[in-house]
């Protein structure tokens, strides 16, 4: 089983350096941390 099978919805996990710049606005503005636990460099 995986992330998707368990979450139930469609996702995609990138890196924050794996992200085009023109719509990395965008996509943290959506961002969904799933844990409390280190979250890196997203801001």
């Keep these: 089983m995986d992330?998707?099978?368990?979450?139930?919805?469609?996702?995609?996990?990138?890196s924050e350096?794996?992200?085009r710049p023109?719509?990395?606005?965008?996509?943290?503005?959506?961002?969904v941390f799933l844990y409390e636990g280190r979250r890196g460099t997203i801001r």
């Design 3 to 14: 992330l998707r099978d368990l979450l139930r919805c469609r996702l995609d996990v990138v």
């Design 17 to 19: 350096a794996g992200m």
């Design 22 to 31: 023109r719509l990395m606005e965008r996509i943290l503005k959506e961002v």
